[in-house]
């Protein structure tokens, strides 16, 4: 990952490879940001409109790349767009920043060390161009043999350009606690964001539930988290008839994996379910042609949840944090689970499956009800669950339900503040009447309209009394199909991720509504 310092070195005389300033869309052209003053005077104050006359605007994420003025060390200084330009006695949000900073760092890759001169007004800004930084910076490569031809080098043999190496943030306060710590706290975020998305990029050869649930195992040794893997026949034994339905027609068994980090001082605890298919074939309901080249990406909700327990481990929060990783891979064979079959489930309660790629509703009400035995507080889960609220929400925003509305509004700001698009989605009552069946309890399948909303009503059936639960549907964001933007890469995002952070954060202040 990439290196980062806080320095209060000049720009001219710090020797990188770039100088990364910022530009604002003003409303009379393009507008140099604080940070970047050395740098304007150096271009006589006309900085402005160099890059107006090269057609930068400051739009958000514009990258405009110019030689650096005579005397600086740095060849190049790379402009990036802040997007529009705050009110007066106002600075940019951190969103913004981050955004910047990210779009940056994927244009600055196979770069050894960069210069980034964004503005810097107090702490958070600083923890924000870090994230973006080591967010943006992201590649995924471990299949790619141009990659390992290149080592990085720019200019060797092969296309592929390593990550950029380091990252010197200017106008930081290196002996100031709090920028050292949100520095700190930005690594160890971004580090566990991207192994999740490395988790989401891998091919499903590569990653069965099996292998999955060792990569936990590693991860939790290293980070002194107490780990459980249930396998087969420990689920058989423990009844978990949703998980077993679905993974029955795989040669790769199911698993439950539970992570437990516990904090000495914690008053909270928290439960964190993930759904975990590492394919989704669709199983005997096969999904149609052209849905199934990026299903490896079925188990991102699984991927958040433990990248998330696994950040706040490291950054040692005063809660008590249980990841709860429903893994299973979808397939049709002999052996599948049939639509017309009922599952028993974990909480003893009988479904008739009428659709079996309505599957991680079923792995998840296994893992919501063990989780609801535990009595925490507060559970979470996270699931690429519905095309349905891709529909209402977009390729980019995630909806956010629950049995609270304080809780849904608390996790939705959460989301909010740390910039994941999220929307909170209502549970009309009226639709669970659809999820009835003559055969069983219930059905997996309700009304097809509104069907993102009936997922939750689902899950709702599985969720312990008393205890507040939000469902996050992250279908949309969390595999990006479309061209890189802002820190987001190309295949696994990392959604819910920073959330689930924020949200344990905010418990152990003791401020989660």
């Keep these: 990952m990439t290196a980062l310092t806080l320095s209060t ?10 100088i990364v300033i910022g530009v604002a869309k003003g409303s009379n052209g393009p507008s140099v940001a604080p940070g970047a003053e050395a740098v304007d005077k150096a271009y006589d104050g006309r900085l402005a409109g160099v890059l107006e006359t090269l057609g930068a605007s400051g739009a958000e994420g514009e990258v405009t790349k110019l030689p650096a003025p005579s005397g600086f060390k740095a060849p190049v200084v790379v ?10 006695d106002a600075g940019f949000d951190g969103e913004a920043l981050r955004r910047a900073a990210g779009a940056a760092a994927r244009a600055l890759a196979g770069a050894k060390k960069a210069a980034f001169a964004l503005p810097l007004a107090e702490a958070a800004d600083a ?6 930084v080591l967010l943006g910076a992201y590649a995924f490569d471990a299949y790619k043999e141009s990659a390992k031809e290149t080592k990085g080098a720019k200019g060797a043999k092969g296309n592929g350009k390593a990550p950029l190496a380091e990252a010197a943030l ?8 709090a920028y050292k710590a ?8 971004s580090e566990e964001l991207n192994r999740a998305r490395d988790l989401v990029n891998t091919p499903p050869n590569d990653l069965d539930p099996e292998a999955f649930a060792a990569v936990a195992q590693t991860a939790a040794k290293e980070h002194g ?4 893997v249930l396998d087969e026949k420990a689920l058989t034994k423990g009844g978990y008839g949703g998980i077993l339905g679905v993974g029955a027609g795989s040669a790769s068994g199911p698993r439950l994996v539970k992570l437990s980090y516990t904090s000495p001082k914690a008053k909270k605890s928290l439960a964190f379910v993930g759904k975990g298919i590492t394919y989704d074939s669709g199983g005997i309901s096969l999904k149609p042609a052209g849905h199934n080249e990026t299903m490896k990406c079925d188990m991102a909700g699984a991927a958040a949840v433990f990248a998330a327990v696994v950040a706040a481990a490291r950054l040692g929060l005063e809660v008590n944090v249980t990841g709860w990783l429903a893994l299973a891979e979808n397939m049709p064979s002999g052996s599948a689970t049939r639509p017309g079959d009922v599952l028993r489930m974990y909480s003893g309660k009988t479904v008739e499956v009428l659709n079996t790629d309505a599957e991680g509703r079923l792995v998840l009400a296994d893992a919501l009800w063990a989780a609801s035995q535990e009595k925490p507080d507060a559970i979470i889960d996270v699931a690429t669950l519905t095309g349905a609220m891709m529909l209402a929400l977009g390729s980019r925003t ?5 049995n609270d509305d304080a809780f849904r509004s608390a996790v939705y700001e959460a989301a909010e503040e740390v910039g994941e698009p999220a929307w909170p989605m209502p549970m009309p009552e009226h639709l669970r009447k659809g999820l009835d069946s003559a055969t069983a309890d219930m059905a997996n399948m309700g009304e097809r309209m509104g069907g993102g909303l009936v997922a939750g009503l689902f899950l709702r059936e599985f969720v312990g009394e008393g205890i507040a639960w939000a469902h996050l549907d992250i279908a949309g964001p969390a595999f990006n199909e479309s061209a890189a933007f802002g820190y987001t890469p190309k295949g696994g995002t990392g959604t819910a991720v920073r959330t689930l952070v924020r949200v344990a954060e905010l418990a152990a202040a003791g401020e989660l509504g």
């Design 9 to 18: 070195a000049a720009a001219p005389g710090l020797r990188a490879d770039a």
């Design 79 to 88: 402009a990036v767009g802040l997007g529009a330009e705050p009110d007066k």
């Design 127 to 132: 923890g924000a161009v870090a994230e973006g």
């Design 170 to 177: 200017l106008g930081g306060k290196p002996r100031d606690k």
């Design 182 to 189: 949100a520095i700190e706290r930005a690594a160890a975020v």
């Design 225 to 228: 988290i107490k780990v459980q």
């Design 398 to 402: 995630y909806g956010v339900m629950a």
